[in-house]
C-alpha cells in the first residue's frame, strides 16, 4: 500500500477516532457494537481445534467476509469505543494484505489509546505492528508472530533483537525475548 492509501486509511479512522473521544460518556451506557462482538466470536471460533488446509480455505472465505462488515461498520460511523477499535482491529489483523494489517495497527493503537489499560489493545498493538513487519519481509520488533515448518517444528519469525527493548515489549503486554523463546520450546514439545 502506498503512502496515499495509508493516509486516506488514517483519514477514515480519524473522524471514527473523535467521535469515540466525543461520545465517552454514552459508550458507558451502550459500552460497545453487538455487531462487531460477533465478528470477533465467529473469527476466534473459527480457530479453535485442529485445522487443517481444506478448513482453512473455508476460513479465509469466512474472513473475508467478516473484513467487509467491519469496513461497512466503519463507514457507517459504528465503530466508537476502544473495545470496538479492538474488535474490528482483531478481525482485520487476519487479512492477507499489508492494508489489512495497516488497518488493524491503526485500530489497534485507537484502542490502547483509548483504553491504556487494556492488555489486550496493547498486546494487538504489538502483534499487528509484528504481522506488518513481517509481511513486507522484514524482522519484527516484538516477538508475537511464529511459522510453523512443514514437519511440525515451531519457529520464531525472524525478530529483530535492537528494534525495542524488553521494557518496551512488556508495556505492550508482549513477551519478553526469553518469554518468546520459551513459548516456542513449549509449543514444539506440546505437538510432540
Not at 473475508?64 to 489483523?93: H, P
Not at 489509546?113 to 498493538?125: E, I
Request: glycine share 4%.
Amino acid at each position: 500500500m502506498g503512502l496515499k492509501k495509508f493516509i486516506l486509511a488514517l483519514v477514515v479512522l480519524l473522524p471514527a477516532c473523535q467521535a469515540a473521544d466525543n461520545q465517552q460518556s454514552q459508550n458507558l451506557a451502550n459500552p460497545h457494537n453487538p455487531q462487531l462482538q460477533a465478528l470477533v466470536n465467529a473469527d476466534q471460533a473459527d480457530r479453535q481445534g485442529p485445522l487443517d488446509d481444506a478448513l482453512w480455505k473455508e476460513i479465509s472465505l469466512r474472513d473475508e467476509q467478516r473484513r467487509v462488515a467491519v469496513r461497512a461498520e466503519l463507514a457507517a460511523g459504528r465503530v466508537k469505543s476502544a473495545l470496538d477499535f479492538y474488535n474490528a482491529a482483531l478481525v482485520m489483523q487476519h487479512g492477507p494484505t499489508l492494508e489489512d494489517i495497516r488497518m488493524a495497527h491503526a485500530m489497534a493503537t485507537l484502542a490502547s489509546d483509548l483504553d491504556p489499560l487494556d492488555r489486550s489493545a496493547r498486546w494487538l498493538k504489538a502483534a499487528s505492528w509484528d504481522r506488518m513487519m513481517t509481511t513486507q519481509k522484514k524482522p519484527q520488533w516484538y516477538g508475537t508472530q511464529y511459522t510453523r515448518d512443514a514437519d511440525g517444528t515451531w519457529a520464531l519469525l525472524p525478530l529483530d533483537e535492537s528494534a525495542v527493548t524488553d521494557e518496551q515489549r512488556i508495556e505492550l503486554a508482549a513477551p519478553t525475548l526469553a518469554e518468546a523463546r520459551k513459548r516456542v520450546e513449549n509449543m514444539d514439545s506440546a505437538g510432540r
